[in-house]
């Protein structure tokens, strides 16, 4: 059974950096469709950004150009690189996992973990 456990969040103040990760078990990441998700109080839960099984990667509009997703096969993880936080950024983040190697959409992801969570301040 695949575990995803999510670290790393935390709390910051606006304009800081922080950097997920995302440890998978029982499972190998490198042909898997990948992604963050994140969900703030009150709202429902967003797509962030996906990694697919050829490298390919895809953002939200919030969060394109501040976020980066990748992958570390040798060490089956996740990341992801949050540079230039804002409140709106505030949220719980988790991580999930396909079926599929190919992303092909925010729905597909079948795997997840607890989450984690990140507080930025302004």
């Known amino acids: 059974q695949l575990q995803l456990v999510e670290s790393g969040g935390g709390s910051v103040q606006a304009g800081g950096s922080l950097r997920l990760s995302c440890a998978a078990s029982?499972?190998?990441?490198?042909?898997?469709?990948m992604a963050w998700f994140r969900q703030a109080p009150g709202l429902e839960r967003e797509g962030v950004a996906t990694f697919d099984r050829d490298g390919r990667t895809t953002y939200s509009d919030s969060v394109k150009g501040r976020f980066t997703i990748s992958k570390d096969n040798a060490k089956n993880t996740l990341a992801l690189q949050m540079n230039s936080l804002k409140p709106e950024d505030t949220a719980m983040y988790y991580c999930?996992?396909?079926?599929?190697?190919?992303?092909?959409?925010?729905?597909?992801?079948?795997?997840w973990g607890q989450g984690t969570q990140v507080t930025v301040s302004s």
């Open positions: 999930a996992a396909a079926r599929t190697g190919r992303c092909y959409g925010w729905g597909q992801f079948a795997y």
């Open positions: 029982a499972y190998t990441l490198s042909y898997t469709c």
